[in-house]
C-alpha cells in the first residue's frame, strides 16, 4: 500500500544549524515497535502474516490459490501461516525481513501492506518463532529470535535442503494451551474476509455468509463473525483489501449529515460494510484501526456521497423488479424484506432522497398506501385491527384511532398483512374477526398473522351484483393496489340447504394452540379451526388457571398442571416421530365452552391428548423405546471416591458427544443416553399417573440404572486410553483428528462395543 508521506516545502533563511531526528536502536525500540503496538496480539499475528501471505500470492499471480494456516489445538499445539508466493533468498531474509520500516510493497496500492512491521508481529506474542523460505526447490530455515539484549536476531538454522514444495514461505510457532481459543477466535475474525478462503488446519472456521443486500461497493451482513455477530446494533466496517476495520462516525467527520448517517450507518443487529480502494484511507501503524487524518477523512466523506448518489437507484431498480412481477398490494408484502434487511423504510429513505433534490417514483410509491380520502356511494368501509373487538367506520380514508390521536389515514407499508373483506353476510365484524384469526393463504404473507382488514359493507345487501356498486369497488381495490378480496361468508355457517340437500354447514371452535410457554394465558396463541377438518389433537383446557383436564370414569374432572402436560405430550411426539409412527400434530387447548361441540364431534374421545398418549403408551415399541431413552446413571455409594469421580467424568464426555458415541455400536448408543436427571419416561408418565390409573392401564416401563463405576472399569482394563480422553472429547471438529484416532482404534478391535453394567 502506498503510504502518504507528502511534506510541506520548508524554507529557511541564514547559515542556521540544523539536525536530522533519528530512531535509536535499542530493546525499548524494539519492544514498542514488535509488541506494544499491538493491543490484540493474536488478532495482530493472524491479520498481519495473513495479509503478508495475501501479498506474497499477488507477487507471483498467485492470487486464486488460498494460503494455508495451521491453528493450534489440543493435540498439537503450533501455530503457521504457510504461503505460496515468490518466497525470499537469504539475503532477503537477512536484510529485507528483519529490518523494520522496509518493505517492498509501500509503493503499491495493489498490496496491503507497506510498513514493514507486520513480518515482525509474531515478536508480540513469542520470544522466538521459526522462518521457512523456500526458492528454487530449496529449503533454509531461521529462527528469529530476542537475544539477551533485548535486540531481535535470526539465524539460519543448518544447511539448504532440497524441496519438492512450491516457492513461499512459512511462519510459524507453538502456542500456549491457554492461548488456543483467542488464537481460534482472532482467525474466525480475520479470514473469513480473504478471498480466497485460506486453507485452514487444526480446527474448522466459518465462512462468511453472502450479504443480504449489496449497492454498488456498500455490503449488508445480517451478522459478521466475532465482529458484531453477538451484536444487537449492528457495527459500521471499512474493507480495504482483505482487512475491515470498525468506521467510527464522529471521527469520520461523518455523524452531522443525519440523513447519511440513518441510511447508511449500521443498526438494529446488521452491519454495513463499506469497500474501499487500497490506499484510499490510511490505516493505524497497529492497523487495529483507520487514521482519521484530513486526506482520510476527506475520502471517507466523497465515498459516502458518491454512495448515497448511487444508492436511490440501486433501490429504485431492485424495487422495479418486484412491481413488475406483481400488483402493488403484493409487492408492499414482499418488499417487507428489502426494507428489513437495509434497516430503515423507504419512506424515510424516499423523504432524504428529496431533500438532496433526487426523487425516485417508486421508492416513494412503495413506502406506503393509502387508502383514498374520499366516500362512497354504494359501501361504506370499516376498519378492524387483530384482537380488537369493534371496528371503526373509515370517513375520508381515516378512521379515529383515539381521543388523543384523532383520525389517522390507514396506511399499508411493506411488512403489514393486511386483508379486504367483503360483507356479504350479516355480522360482518364476528365473520371478519374469524378470517384475521386464521393463518394467512397468501403466499407473500408467509410466516406472518394479518394485522388489520378493511371491510366493504354495501348500503344495500341486496345489490351486490348492481353495475354501479361493482364499479365502485373495483375503483377502491385498483387504487390499493388490487388485493384479494375475501366474503365475510367464508367464515359465517351457511343457511342448510333444502330437504334432502348434502349441504353441511362447517362449525368452529375458537383453540388456544399449545405449544412453547404457557406462563399466562395472554402469552398463548388462538386461532378459530373447523371442528371437522383442521382439529389435529385437543384436550380441554383451563385458560385461567392453565390446566388440562380429563373426565374420570364418575364423570368428575381431574385437573393436570398444563405445563407438564405440555411437556409430556412433546416429549411423546419425539418417541413417534423416531419411531417413524404417525405425529399427533400440535396440541390445541379447547375451552369448557366449545366441550358440548367436541362432544357432539368427538363422542368417544376421537383426537383426544390424553386417549393418544395411553394409546402409544401401550405399544411394546414405544415402551422399550422408552425404558432405553435414558437410563438412570447409578453410582453405588460405597468404593473408592477418586473412581465415582473418574466415572462422572467420563458419562459426561459421553452426554457431550452423544451424536458421535451412538454411532459406534448399540451399548456405546445406550452409554450415551445415561442420564443423572430424571429420564425422559419419568416426563412423560408423571402427568397422566392419575388417568392411566383410572383406565387400569400399566404400561411396561422400566428404565434400567447403570452402575457408572463398574461400567468405567470395564472399559478402562478394556481400553484404558479411551476411558481417559473421553471427557476432553468435544462434539465438534475442534477435535477432528481425535475422534478419527478413536474410531479407527475401535474399527482395529473387530467388536468395537463396550459391556454395561446394570444395577437391581
Given at each position: ?44 499475528i ?44 537469504h ?30 508481529s ?20 531461521y ?9 531481535p ?6 544447511e ?18 491457554s ?12 479470514l ?5 478462503f ?39 466496517f ?16 461523518l ?12 443498526s ?26 484530513r ?30 412481477k ?73 378512521y379515529n ?48 398473522n ?5 371491510i ?13 356498486y ?31 340437500s ?58 393436570v ?69 435414558n ?11 477418586y ?23 448399540p ?47 470395564k ?29 479407527t ?16
Open positions: 500500500m502506498k503510504l502518504n508521506t507528502q511534506s510541506a516545502p520548508v524554507e529557511i533563511q541564514g547559515q542556521l544549524e540544523q539536525g536530522s531526528f533519528g530512531i535509536k536502536q535499542s530493546p525499548k525500540a524494539f519492544q514498542i515497535l514488535s509488541s506494544g503496538l499491538y493491543s490484540n496480539k493474536p488478532m495482530a493472524v491479520r498481519e502474516l495473513s495479509a503478508n501471505a495475501a501479498d506474497a500470492h499477488v507477487l507471483n499471480g498467485n492470487q486464486k490459490k488460498p494460503f494455508e494456516i495451521k491453528l493450534p489445538n489440543r493435540l498439537d499445539n503450533q501455530f503457521y501461516i504457510k504461503d505460496f508466493g515468490p518466497g525470499l533468498s539475503e532477503q531474509v537477512m536484510k529485507l525481513y528483519t529490518t523494520y520500516f522496509d518493505s517492498t510493497k509501500s509503493e503499491s496500492n495493489d498490496f496491503i501492506g507497506g510498513l514493514g512491521l507486520g513480518s515482525k509474531p515478536f508480540s506474542y513469542t520470544d522466538a518463532f521459526t522462518v521457512e523460505a523456500r526458492q528454487n526447490g530449496m529449503t533454509r530455515t529462527s528469529a529470535f530476542v537475544a539477551e539484549n533485548g535486540i536476531q535470526i539465524v539460519q538454522l543448518g539448504s535442503t532440497p524441496t519438492t514444495d512450491p516457492d513461499g514461505l512459512t511462519i510459524g510457532f507453538p502456542v500456549n494451551p492461548d488456543y481459543a483467542a488464537f481460534n477466535q482472532e482467525a474466525q475474525r480475520i473469513p474476509w480473504f478471498d480466497p485460506p486453507t485452514v488446519l487444526g480446527t474448522q472456521l466459518k465462512k462468511l455468509e453472502a450479504p443480504s443486500r449489496v449497492a454498488d461497493q456498500l455490503s449488508v451482513y445480517p451478522r459478521i463473525p466475532v465482529w458484531a455477530e453477538n451484536s444487537s446494533n449492528g457495527q459500521t471499512v474493507r480495504m483489501g482483505h482487512i475491515i476495520y470498525p468506521l467510527d462516525w464522529n471521527a469520520a467527520g455523524s452531522e449529515d443525519k440523513g447519511m448517517m440513518r441510511l447508511l450507518k449500521s438494529d443487529g446488521r452491519s454495513f460494510v463499506f469497500d474501499v480502494p487500497i490506499g484510499s484511507v490510511e490505516v493505524a501503524a497497529s492497523r487495529e484501526g483507520l487514521q482519521y487524518d486526506s482520510s477523512k476527506a475520502s471517507l466523506k466523497a465515498f459516502a456521497e458518491t454512495l448515497m448518489s448511487k444508492l436511490g437507484s440501486i433501490l429504485e431498480k431492485d424495487i422495479e423488479k418486484v412491481v413488475a406483481h400488483t402493488r398490494f403484493e409487492a408492499q408484502a414482499r418488499l417487507a424484506k428489502m426494507q428489513n434487511d437495509w434497516g430503515f423504510t423507504f419512506k424515510e429513505a424516499s423523504d432524504i432522497f428529496a431533500k438532496r433534490g433526487l426523487h425516485y417514483p417508486n421508492l416513494k410509491a412503495s413506502s406506503e398506501i393509502q387508502l383514498p380520502k374520499k366516500n362512497y356511494k354504494t359501501f361504506d368501509l370499516h376498519y378492524l385491527t387483530a384482537g380488537s373487538r369493534s371496528a371503526q367506520s373509515i370517513d375520508e380514508g381515516r384511532k383515539s381521543v388523543s390521536a384523532g383520525n389517522v389515514p390507514v396506511s399499508i407499508i411493506p411488512g403489514t398483512a393486511f386483508m379486504f373483506v367483503e360483507s356479504n353476510t350479516k355480522g360482518f365484524v364476528g365473520a371478519t374477526k374469524a378470517l384475521l384469526a386464521t393463518p394467512p393463504k397468501e403466499d407473500y404473507f408467509k410466516d406472518m394479518y394485522n388489520a382488514a378493511v366493504i359493507v354495501p348500503k344495500d345487501s341486496k345489490k351486490l351484483q348492481d353495475p354501479a361493482l364499479a365502485e369497488r373495483e375503483e377502491l381495490l385498483k387504487s390499493v393496489g388490487q388485493p384479494n378480496l375475501r366474503q365475510t361468508s367464508e367464515y359465517v355457517s351457511p343457511k342448510r340447504a333444502a330437504f334432502g348434502t349441504t353441511v354447514a362447517k362449525e368452529y371452535v375458537e383453540a388456544y394452540m399449545l405449544e412453547g410457554s404457557l406462563y399466562s394465558r395472554s402469552r398463548i396463541a388462538r386461532k378459530s379451526l373447523d371442528i371437522a377438518t383442521e382439529i389435529s389433537t385437543w384436550v380441554n383446557f383451563n385458560a385461567f388457571q392453565t390446566d388440562v383436564h380429563f373426565y374420570d370414569k364418575a364423570g368428575a374432572p381431574q385437573t398442571d398444563a405445563r407438564a402436560f405440555l411437556r409430556a405430550f412433546e416429549e411423546l411426539s419425539k418417541v413417534a416421530k423416531e419411531l417413524k409412527m404417525p405425529s399427533p400434530g400440535k396440541l390445541m387447548g379447547i375451552t369448557t365452552r366449545y366441550e358440548p361441540r367436541m362432544k357432539k364431534a368427538f363422542p368417544n374421545g376421537e383426537k383426544n391428548a390424553f386417549e393418544w398418549m395411553a394409546t402409544m403408551l401401550q405399544d411394546p415399541a414405544v415402551q422399550k423405546h422408552l425404558s432405553m431413552a437410563p438412570i446413571e447409578h453410582s453405588v455409594p460405597s468404593g473408592d471416591y473412581e465415582r469421580n473418574r466415572a462422572s467424568t467420563m458419562f459426561q464426555g459421553l452426554r457431550k458427544n452423544k451424536t458421535f458415541f451412538e454411532g459406534l455400536g451399548n456405546w448408543a445406550i452409554l450415551s443416553r445415561v442420564s443423572s436427571i430424571k429420564p425422559s419416561a419419568d416426563t412423560i408418565m408423571e402427568p397422566l399417573k392419575t388417568f392411566l390409573s383410572d383406565r387400569g392401564i400399566t404400561p411396561d416401563i422400566k428404565v434400567p440404572r447403570v452402575d457408572t463405576v463398574a461400567t468405567y472399569q472399559m478402562f482394563r478394556q481400553m484404558p486410553m479411551i476411558a481417559a480422553t473421553i471427557e476432553f472429547m468435544e462434539d465438534n471438529d475442534k477435535t477432528r483428528g481425535l475422534t478419527k484416532d478413536i474410531k482404534f475401535l474399527a482395529a478391535k473387530g467388536d468395537p462395543d463396550i459391556e454395561i453394567v446394570y444395577t437391581p
